[in-house]
């Protein structure tokens, strides 16, 4: 196929990340003014929708390590039950 006979075609995919960017673009528009957070003595001031995005991969990052973890333990299982 030639890319001039290439279609624009509407995926699945293609819905979801502009959902998601719709979604980022009105968190970021109601969610600008600053706020104070505190951790261990720390004081961080940030727009508020960066803090909640930061919050978001954490729990994103956290949930990857775990289910990680998760299928280490089972595959090691796995390994002693076939001995």
Do not use: H, Y
């Not at 957070?37 to 990857?64: K, R, S």
Request: charged share 15%; aromatic share 8%; no cysteine.
């Amino acid at each position: 196929m030639d890319e001039s006979e290439r279609k624009f075609r509407v995926t699945p995919a293609l819905v979801l990340w502009s959902l998601l960017a719709l979604v980022a673009v009105v968190l970021v528009a109601q969610n600008s003014s600053d706020t104070t957070i505190q951790v261990l003595g720390w004081t961080l001031q940030a727009p508020l929708f960066v803090v909640i995005v930061l919050a978001m991969l954490a729990g994103w990052g956290l949930g990857l390590l775990g289910s990680q973890a998760w299928s280490w333990r089972r595959k090691r299982a796995e390994g002693r039950n076939s001995d």
